[in-house]
């Protein structure tokens, strides 16, 4: 007797057994959510990727000197699309990636198999970083300044697109909002 | 307080309720409002799906960006919450034969809402006619910012919500105090509370940056810090979706037994798995701060977990509860040969069982699978803000909650409206169409954000880039594909539509005292009678639903680790 819109015709309803469907069935979807949660743990000691829990507070000012300084000591060449720099800082340094409305600048060029501290800051609204191929994804702040270790494992020419809707109109926006990463050997 | 006599109410033949006039007038504008939003918003739906197919690029980018915020902003919010209050109202006062508690505060919500969502429409869609833009996305994330108007509509809208939750509440009081029913409250209305629970943390966390913000937006604040905004707003933005999914599991208990005669499985397993979801839901809103900077993992794994997936474990108990007490009552009623005679034996023909039973289903294996994979700390880093987002809340949202509500609508017609299902024919196809367009169309653009495809771009293309970038062929032909499914799905909303519509303004009247349709026997009574005491097989009386539950398992399993295996081939980062 009973429905779901009706009260329990059983007021003592808490005392009710359980039938062995739902018993099993529970056990069973507990066990599966401990696991998960003891995996996605465990991955952040054995699994080569993580999140970072390194940021600091900054401001676009001091972000953009540092971009600068950057550039200016280790550009290598000019990219051919665009004429613009190409910086490439040693392995195991810090690399700075500024994003702003529409773009990620510099280009960068990193070496296969080698270690970077990659600074990534907002010149002005929120943006995404978002590594194509690979399709890597983080969220990119004004005033907030996030450190990844990054470790590319593939040669190539690597774009970065924009994951937040950051505005803009018909012609350039955040539709149009790219960077570039080469990765030599 | 006014007291009621018993000519305010009426009994109603199809479901024996006893229904307050007023109670029954709100529920009537609140879903009628609702399915007016679906419409306008679900159009600007079709402008975005047409804009993204790589192929078409229906609309300008200025426009695309306009008609991607009213179409967040509607059919996320405006059409769900309207239903949601429609439910709410049903819930407090019709299932409980009682009255609505301050029946003006009650037009308040209505009144409010309506005014506050007319506010946000005229700030989206000023580009149309030459003001200023408020096209900053329904997350309108500063330092974007929007028109005033924006923020206050959204504002009001939200006080007008909040004093629906409360009116529900203060309808249970009465409920209470005029003994309308005995002992502990029926499951849905549990469900109901439940729900209320959240939508008061939701809306609470909604003003209080949404206040802020429009203090801003008119100079008043300098500042609005961005990672503090998503931290808050996600608060609102994330625990509202968790106030749909509790609504619609409520429809789908009260399906079961309206379609079937049946009762919970086990009242206290239902009850538990709710009282998990007050518990625990909220602290899903860090799924869309999981890639931020400046929060710690444990401080993400704990919540994105929702505490050792406690409201995961919830839904999966939903999931297994409500098709097993279908499975029961159909195997009491006589169906009680093989695995799976009671689900082929259902009424595949009945737009409330079929939307409801496809809701199921492809909650829990598009929404519900991708959901719990997605929301993995490390797996956020590759699906990200990518279509995949838009591929899995669609799972949940349009595949689910609006497949729910849309079912529950073929019932409350009759009763509310009084009316006839006019277009029954269309009708029966109706869940059908409209869920294979949802489900294909979220399956194609998880596809294409797994291959990177970003998403609330107006472009995929980066035409006219230096810089040039191209998504893998397979990709572009994923969204094309997926945009199609998107329009099939837009042609079974329309549907939906049409037949509210033509129902409840030309539908044939149900006179006084007589039943659309004959009363559905309780499945326990049937049993008595017929002395059918055990059912089932292996010493469970569900197992057809215990075979499709460990499908499901399967099914996460196996899509966990596929994630983890191709997490485990990119860069390393730490």
């Known amino acids: 007797m009973g429905t779901s819109y009706t009260p329990p015709t059983n007021p003592d309803w808490w005392r009710e057994p359980i039938e062995r469907t739902e018993i099993w069935w529970i056990v069973l979807a507990f066990a599966w959510c401990l696991f998960m949660f003891g995996w996605m743990v465990g991955w952040h000691f054995v699994g080569p990727q993580n999140m970072s829990n390194e940021a600091y507070k900054t401001t676009p000012e001091a972000f953009s000197k540092k971009v600068a300084d950057m550039q200016a000591k280790y550009t290598v060449r000019k990219d051919e699309a665009t004429g613009e720099d190409v910086v490439s800082p040693p392995p195991g340094s810090d690399v700075y990636l500024a994003a702003m409305q529409w773009q990620f600048r510099p280009i960068l060029e990193l070496q296969k198999g080698q270690k970077y501290r990659l600074h990534m800051s907002s010149l002005d609204v929120g943006h995404g970083f978002s590594l194509q191929p690979e399709n890597i994804n983080f969220q990119v702040y004004p005033g907030y300044e996030q450190v990844t270790s990054i470790t590319p494992n593939k040669t190539g020419v690597f774009s970065i697109a924009c994951g937040e809707y950051c505005g803009g109109v018909d012609a350039m926006g955040h539709h149009t909002m790219l960077g570039r990463i080469y990765v030599k050997e | ?574």
């Open chain 2, 1 to 574: 307080m006014a007291t009621t006599t018993m000519s305010d109410f009426r009994i109603d033949p199809v479901s024996g309720l006893k229904i307050h006039k007023t109670a029954n007038t709100l529920v009537k504008w609140n879903a009628f409002a609702a399915v007016v939003f679906l419409l306008v918003g679900g159009l600007f739906g079709v402008g975005v799906a047409l804009t993204r197919m790589p192929s078409v690029q229906l609309l300008s980018p200025e426009l695309f960006y306009m008609a991607l915020t009213a179409h967040g902003l509607v059919n996320l919010a405006v059409w769900i919450i309207f239903f949601e209050m429609a439910v709410l109202y049903f819930l407090g006062a019709h299932v409980l034969g009682n009255r609505i508690a301050g029946p003006k505060w009650a037009w308040a919500q209505f009144w409010l809402m309506l005014v506050g969502a007319a506010m946000v429409a005229v700030a989206v869609l000023a580009p149309l006619w030459g003001g200023a833009p408020s096209s900053v996305m329904m997350t309108s994330y500063p330092p974007l910012q929007a028109q005033p108007h924006f923020y206050l509509g959204l504002i009001l809208f939200a006080v007008g919500a909040l004093i629906g939750c409360f009116v529900f509440l203060g309808t249970l009081v009465v409920a209470k105090r005029e003994k309308t029913y005995n002992g502990s409250l029926p499951l849905v209305v549990f469900g109901g509370v439940t729900a209320t629970v959240i939508a008061v943390y939701t809306i609470v966390s909604g003003a209080l940056i949404l206040i802020p913000t429009f203090l801003w937006s008119v100079g008043l604040i300098a500042h609005i810090d961005p990672m503090m905004y998503r931290v808050v707003w996600w608060g609102f933005g994330h625990s509202s979706q968790q106030i749909n999914v509790v609504t619609h599991i409520s429809i789908w208990y009260l399906i079961a037994s309206l379609v079937f005669g049946a009762k919970p499985m086990s009242e206290k397993v239902s009850r538990g798995a709710f009282l998990l979801y007050i518990l625990f839901l909220q602290l899903g809103s860090v799924h869309h701060l999981l890639s931020d900077p400046g929060l710690s993992s444990t401080w993400k794994i704990f919540n994105t977990s929702y505490m050792l997936y406690l409201a995961v474990l919830a839904s999966m108990i939903h999931g297994l509860t409500v098709p097993g007490a279908i499975e029961v009552a159909q195997r009491r009623k006589g169906l009680d040969t093989g695995l799976f005679t009671w689900l082929r034996k259902a009424p595949w023909g009945n737009p409330i069982f079929s939307g409801m039973f496809l809701s199921l289903v492809g909650f829990g294996f598009i929404g519900g699978v991708t959901g719990v994979v997605m929301s993995v700390e490390q797996i956020n880093m590759v699906i990200h803000n990518t279509m995949y987002l838009p591929g899995h809340f669609h799972g949940t949202l349009v595949v689910g909650t609006t497949m729910a509500f849309m079912a529950v609508t073929y019932w409350l017609i009759p009763v509310v409206f009084q009316r006839k299902i006019a277009l029954a024919g269309m009708a029966k196809w109706q869940p059908y169409i409209f869920s294979l367009g949802a489900w294909v169309f979220s399956i194609a653009l998880m596809g294409a954000g797994t291959l990177g495809v970003q998403r609330r771009h107006a472009d995929i293309t980066f035409a006219g880039q230096p810089l040039a970038y191209e998504y893998p062929e397979i990709a572009k032909g994923l969204m094309d594909l997926g945009e199609i499914f998107g329009v099939v799905m837009a042609v079974g909303a329309i549907m939906y539509i049409l037949i509210v519509l033509a129902s409840i303004f030309a539908g044939e009247k149900i006179p006084e005292g007589s039943a659309p349709w004959p009363k559905v026997e309780d499945a326990d009574v049937v049993a008595e009678r017929t002395g059918k005491h055990h059912v089932g097989m292996w010493g469970m009386e569900a197992p057809g639903t215990f075979i499709l539950a460990m499908i499901l398992f399967a099914t996460i399993v196996l899509y966990y680790f596929i994630n983890f295996k191709y997490l485990s081939t990119i860069w390393g980062l730490s």
